[in-house]
Structure formats: C-alpha cells, structure tokens
C-alpha cells in the first residue's frame, strides 16, 4: 500500500501544485475582494471561465487570421495572455460599477445575491456567444505548448515511479509564482498598495486621509479579475477543453483554499491554494488504494472540504488569518 | 456568522417561491397551448410526432443528429398522410442531456393530445425518467440510443429501441478485450450516470467471466476537466488494459491526459465516445482507442442515404442519424396500421403504441427492426471500432450478432 503511495508520489506533486497553482491565484480575488469590502464576490469564478474563452477566441481568432503560424508560441501565448487578463480586469470594473457599487450601503445579503445573479449572466452569455460562433459550447482550444518531459524522480530513489511533466505545467507553475511575487510587491511596497491596505482597514478613515475610496476599489476589482481571467488562460492550455461551467466547481475551491488560508489575507490565500490542489490530488489519487476500493476518487471534493471545516472549527479565522475582535 | 444563516434562509424561501410562481404559470400555459392547437388543424387533422434529444450541452453532436435523421424520415412521408386526411407534424424538444428537463418535456408532450408517439431519448439517464411520464399518458416512445438495461427491463408498454442493450455491448467490448487484445489487468473508470455505470459494469462482470483480472474500479464526475487523480492510480495499477463508460468530453480528456502521462496501454469505451467529438479533444493524443457502438457506420455502410442527408442538412450524419431515421419510420408504420384498424381516423396513442411494440422484421436503413415483449430489438447488432489517429469515425473491425 504504502509503495503504491510513494511510487505514484512525484506525478500527485506535480499535478497537484499545478492544480494549487490555479486555485491560488483565483483565490487571490476572493480574498483581496473580501478584504477591502467583506463581501464574497461570488462572480468570481465566472470571471476565470470568461478569462478562459477569451483566451481561447484570441488564439482561435489568431489561428483564423493566419498569424499563429507566423509568430513564436510564447508571443502567441502572452498575447492570449494579456488580452484575457485586460479585458476581465475591465468586466470586473465594470461590474462592480454596475452590481456592487449601487448597494454597497445596502445589506451584504443584497450584494451577495447580485453576484450570484451576475455569475448566472455570465454564465450564459458566454455559453451563448460560444454556441453561436463554434456550434457548441464546450470548446476546444489551441494547445501551444504540448510536449512532455519526463522527470525521471526513479534515480533519486527507487520507489519513486517517474513522473511526465507537460511544457505547460512548468509555464502555470511559473506565471503563478510570478503573478503572486508582483502583487504580493505591489500591495506591500507601492503607494496604491498601502491605499489599497488603508482602505481593507478602514474605509471612512482612508477617504479622510485623501485616498480615493472608489478608485482604489475599482483598481482592487480590476487586480483581482485580472488575475482570475489570467489563470482561466492557464487552465484553458493546460486541460484543452473548456465549457462556461467550469467557472463554479472551480470558484468553490478556490473560495475554500481563501478561507483556508484566512480570508482577507492574500499570503494565506495563495498557501490556501497549494494547499487545496495537493489535497485534492492525493485524495483522488490514494483513496481507492487506502480504504480498499470502497472510497474512490469520485469522493476527492469531499476530501478539500472535510478540511475545510475541521479548519473551521478549530481555527475559524483560517490558517493565516487574525482573530478580529468585535465590539458590541 | 449569524447574519449569514438569516442570509441564507431568506434565499431558500425566494427561490422556493418563485419556483412555485413559476411551475404554476408554465401549467397554465400548457394546457391552453394543447387546446389551442387541436382547432388549428383546418380540414387535415393534425398528427404530431416529436422529438426528445440533446440539442444543446455535452452530447449536442448525437441530439442533434438524432433529430435530423427523425426530420428527414418524416418529410419523406408527409405526403403519404396527407393523402389518408392527416397533417403530419414534427416537434423536435431539446431535453439539454438533463433528466429534470426531460421529464419537464415529457409533460408537455403528454399534455398535447395531438402528439402521438416520441422519438427518443439518446441518453439513458433521460430516457428512464422520462419513460415513466409517457407510460402514464400511453405515448410510445421509441429510442434510437439508449442502451441502459433498466430502460426495458421494467417493461413499460410504452418504452422500445432499436439500438442494442448495454448489457450486450459490455460482454462484447470484454470479448474483444480478453479474446483479440489480450488483456489480462483492466482497469475500468465510470462517470457514475446511469449509461456509463451501467456498461462498465457489464463489462466488467463479462471480462471477470472470461478470466480477466479487475486491478481497478473508479468514478469520474461528468463535467471535469483534469482526470490526473484517477490517471495517477493507473499507472500505479499498471493494469494493461483500460475501459472506460463515459462520453466523449471526459473521454477524449481522460485519453490526452493518459497519454500525456505516459500511459500507452489500449483503452477503450462504449459508444457514448462515437463521436467527431473525441477528435476534437483528444487529438493527435487519439491513438489506439477501440470503441464498441449499437452504430454502423454509416458512410460507408450505406454511401447513398448518407449523400441524401448531407444534401439535406449539408453536412455528414453522425451515426445516430440512420437509427433515429430507422426509428421514425417503425413509428410511421405503426402508426398507419393504427390509423387503418381506427377506419381512417385519429387512432387512440395506446393503438399506435401497441402497434409500435408487434412491429416485426421491419427491414430499415441500419438495421432489421423486431422487437420483443420488452421492446428490444431482436436484431440489434454491436460494433468493434477503433481511432488509431485522430480521425473519425475510427476504423471497423468486427461485428457482433446478438446471441
């Protein structure tokens, strides 16, 4: 049992940080949301999926013109990129000036359920554009980068099986690890970072001393889609085929690894995340294996969210976050 | 925290509300819908058949094929109904892959006097729950792709296919698996619907009959994009053999992922990865990947109707087409008798549903059409293909009769 567990141990790493790597830097836009507004932006995960499809229109858009051929992978894949990341940050903008902003005085109900009516809108007027432009909308993208590496993990010991790893892991790997690094810079050491800082704490003090509250939520908003729609580009290279539904499974875990690691608190949120792809990844992988067959992968959600709560319970403020006291 | 529970609440009962505000006004509608159309007829009496399939969502490709064969066999007889007084209609509704808005259909039909028999579903998951609202208003349904065993196995009077059950298509996916392949450690990964449970366990029963050893045993959840989990117990298994029941999105993935991983090993899958859609996936990644389908191939198996289809509907059928086209037409005849036993009038829908179920050795496009006192059919065969590159449909290899 236990050999089966360690031979099967360096492709659960790299799959799993992979898949924490994406969940990370979604997590991230709950987080920074939750922390300058407490509120649970729940669109977010739709704004990942729509990052995807744009993603995925600019490479289909590319390919259609004939210029894919004609320019490096990598430019192609930046452009993609760049383009998903504007244009959510921009959606973002937008929809906190439209669904948020008018009921920030109201009720946090209120807010909550304009998201969720703005994650069903989303939902269906990419699964419409979609439909009308390919004939489905589960659509199949350009992979740029699909070779393999082996990473022969057999000669540091010989238990460890060998583990493939694709191009494309290595560029999530690395695009989150940079994404998280220059936010992490920009909220701690830039002037709009201590705005954005100022604000998190205290919203009617920051505007007293000079800080434009609005601007500094729209730029919040823009950051944070702009990093979700970033990574649904990722996503969309690394698995292939994407659908407007997978905004939701994926914003649920993503919520978890934020609340995991302290919602409000973007370190947390990225170790949240790891987290959650490496868990979730071993539980699909050994389940079957450890209780027999009776427990199979099916059950891997289950896993992230058992965790959740024990967290919860003994922890309610998250791994990261601080305990905030409130007066009566 | 509080706040949130209160929160929550108040959501449960707005939603509760409203989905009862809306299940009343969509009633309402039906029924004046139902009785506005019996009037409309003018001197032809409206006969309407309709159609229950995917036209939208994972498995559109089949639905809508499935559709179009049922179209096309349809208009080539409208003329011969017009001349016995009737107005032969076509109502295709999209069931979206999703038993809630199957049987929500499925109501609406039955709530339509005018309806006479349904062509569909594709998938079994569908087809199940639906059947039950069609038994209770004696509509006959016949389907050109459901293959789960439960669907004629309660003996509805209602329910018939043409296609094969899976309880066939498992054991002869094991014989090719053991017999021609070889394979002696199979793994097998299911999607946990009650099409892809249901073959991967006949299979699996029909493989351990034949001697095979089961090394694995593992559920997927439709709709997921990253299948690395069940693929890193594969290649601690290292069975060297995979079947898999489930449709082509999560195959094709499943298969890229596999060889990707490094995984080599011959897999392969029921019908529900007979599809254009598995090229689009997988790719180049699409090599050594046999299926068994209820479906010829009709391109090649009948050149000439299959150029009739593309000339109609512009594009090649997919292969449901042919059956759905076979399955209108036992319809049709059916429902002719019917009429001719009722003197040439609107016959009562349990008369066309018995007719429908003693149709014998009705020799049709695809296959020859008898069915027994389940409604399946005597005569259904199943098919051994396989991709050995990324085109579709994969190559032959061999057929299977039923026993």
């Known amino acids: 049992m236990i050999s089966e567990i360690l031979q099967t141990l360096p492709q659960v790493l790299v799959d799993g940080l992979a898949l924490g790597a994406v969940y990370a830097v979604v997590a991230i836009g709950y987080t920074m949301v939750y922390g300058i507004l407490e509120f649970i932006n729940f669109a977010h995960g739709e704004i990942f999926m729509t990052g995807a499809f744009a993603g995925t229109a600019a490479l289909l858009t590319l390919k259609s013109a004939g210029l894919l051929g004609a320019m490096p992978g990598w430019l192609a894949y930046l452009l993609a990129f760049v383009i998903a990341m504007l244009l959510t940050g921009i959606l973002g903008i937008g929809i906190e000036r439209v669904a948020y902003r008018p009921l920030r005085k109201a009720p946090k109900l209120i807010s909550f359920i304009s998201a969720v009516g703005i994650s069903f809108l989303l939902q269906d007027i990419v699964r419409f554009i979609a439909d009308l432009k390919t004939g489905n909308f589960i659509v199949t993208g350009i992979t740029l980068y699909d070779s393999n590496l082996k990473v022969a993990a057999s000669s540091l010991w010989s238990v460890f099986g060998d583990a493939f790893i694709k191009t494309n892991t290595i560029i999530v790997l690395a695009a989150a690890v940079v994404l998280m690094i220059g936010l992490d810079l920009f909220v701690n050491r830039t002037k709009w970072g201590v705005a954005m800082r100022a604000v998190a704490q205290d919203r009617d003090t920051a505007s007293l001393m000079s800080i434009n509250v609005n601007k500094v939520i729209a730029l919040t908003f823009f950051i944070g889609s702009a990093l979700g729609g970033g990574t649904g580009v990722l996503f969309a290279q690394q698995y292939g085929t994407i659908d407007p539904y997978i905004g939701f499974t994926l914003g649920m875990k993503a919520f978890t690894a934020a609340v995991l690691g302290g919602i409000g608190n973007i370190r947390g949120a990225m170790f949240g995340g790891i987290l959650i792809g490496l868990i979730e990844m071993l539980a699909s992988t050994n389940l079957g294996i450890l209780t027999g067959g009776s427990f199979g992968a099916e059950y891997k959600d289950v896993m992230s969210f058992l965790i959740l709560i024990v967290v919860l319970i003994f922890k309610p403020e998250g791994l990261f976050g601080k305990a905030i006291k409130e007066k009566v | ?403």
């Open chain 2, 1 to 403: 925290m509080k706040k949130w529970k209160k929160g929550l609440g108040a959501v449960m009962v707005t939603v509760l509300g409203a989905s009862l505000l809306a299940g009343c006004g969509s009633s309402g509608k039906n029924s004046s819908a139902a009785s506005g159309s019996e009037g409309a007829g003018g001197d032809l009496t409206v006969i309407k058949i309709a159609s229950q399939s995917p036209l939208s969502g994972s498995s559109s490709a089949y639905g809508e094929s499935i559709k179009l064969g049922g179209q096309m066999a349809l208009e080539e007889r409208k003329d011969e109904f017009k001349k016995l007084g009737f107005d032969l209609q076509f109502v295709p509704y999209d069931d979206q892959g999703d038993s809630k808005k199957g049987v929500a259909n499925a109501e609406l039909i039955g709530a339509d006097k005018s309806v006479m028999a349904v062509l569909g579903h594709f998938n079994s998951g569908v087809s199940i729950p639906s059947s039950v609202v069609y038994e209770k208003y004696s509509i006959p349904m016949v389907s050109p792709g459901s293959t789960a065993t439960d669907l004629t196995d309660r003996k509805l009077k209602s329910v018939n296919r043409v296609v094969a059950r899976d309880d066939f298509q498992g054991p002869a996916g094991a014989e090719y698996a053991v017999k021609t392949v070889g394979a002696k450690n199979i793994f097998i990964i299911q999607d946990q619907t009650a099409y892809g449970k249901g073959i991967a366990d006949s299979f699996q029963n029909a493989a351990k009959e034949l001697g095979a050893n089961i090394v694995g045993y593992e559920g997927i959840t439709v709709g997921e994009k990253d299948f690395s989990g069940v693929l890193n117990q594969v290649l601690s298994k290292k069975p060297d053999f995979i079947y898999f029941g489930v449709l082509y999105n999560e195959g094709g993935l499943i298969v890229k992922q596999a060889r990707e991983k490094g995984i080599d090993v011959p897999i392969m899958g029921g019908d529900g990865i007979d599809s254009s859609g598995m090229v689009d996936v997988a790719g180049d990644k699409l090599t050594n990947v046999a299926y068994s389908s209820v479906a010829t191939d009709i391109i090649k198996s009948n050149k000439e109707w299959a150029d009739k289809y593309h000339q109609k509907f512009g594009k090649n059928p997919e292969n449901y087409a042919v059956y759905s086209y076979d399955a209108m037409n036992v319809i049709l005849n059916a429902l002719t008798k019917a009429i001719d036993a009722n003197g040439g009038k609107v016959p009562a829908r349990e008369k066309v549903r018995d007719a429908i179920r003693t149709t014998t050795d009705y020799q049709g496009i695809a296959t020859k059409v008898s069915f027994d006192d389940k409604g399946d059919n005597k005569y259904a065969k199943v098919f051994i293909y396989k991709y050995d590159g990324p085109q579709y449909p994969g190559s032959m290899i061999s057929e299977v009769e039923p026993k």
